[in-house]
Nanobody
C-alpha cells in the first residue's frame, strides 16, 4: 500500500509558475514509477508527465512539453511537478499516481496502469 498526498496547488495568473509536490508513504518509494495526471471539469483525466524509478527517464504530454518538469527525490519520497508559463487551459485538478510495473514507456501514459492515486490538488490559472 502506498499513500500519496499532493500539495502546492492554487490560484495563479497566466504566465506564472507553480510547483506541485507529491509525498509518498508506505512501501519503498523508489520501487514505483510516478506520474502526474490532471482532470478539468467535464473532461477525462489526462496524462501530464511521468518519471521512471531512478528519475533518469521522463515523459511529457505534448501540451506541457517545454513548460513542465517532473522530478523526484527518492530520499524524501517525493515527486515534483514544476509548472512554468501556466495557461488558463492548465486549470484542472492534478493527481499524482504510483505505478509498480512499467513494461514500456507507453505504461506511463495510461492511467489504468497506475496502482495508487492521491486525492488531487486544484490548480486554477486565470487569464
Amino acid at each position: 500500500q502506498v499513500q500519496l498526498t499532493e500539495s502546492g496547488g492554487g490560484l495563479v495568473q497566466a504566465g506564472d509558475s507553480l510547483r506541485l509536490s507529491c509525498a509518498a508513504s508506505g512501501r519503498t518509494f523508489s520501487n514505483y514509477a510516478m506520474g502526474w495526471f490532471r482532470q478539468a471539469p467535464g473532461k477525462e483525466r489526462e496524462f501530464v508527465a511521468g518519471i521512471s524509478r531512478s528519475g533518469v527517464n521522463t515523459y511529457y504530454a505534448n501540451s506541457v512539453k517545454g513548460r513542465f518538469t517532473i522530478s523526484r527525490d527518492n530520499a524524501k519520497n517525493t515527486v515534483y511537478l514544476q509548472m512554468n508559463s501556466l495557461k488558463p487551459e492548465d486549470t484542472a485538478v492534478y493527481y499524482c499516481a504510483a505505478n509498480l510495473v512499467t513494461l514500456g514507456y507507453s505504461d506511463y501514459y495510461n492511467a489504468q496502469r497506475y496502482d495508487y492515486w492521491g486525492q488531487g490538488t486544484q490548480v486554477t490559472v486565470s487569464s
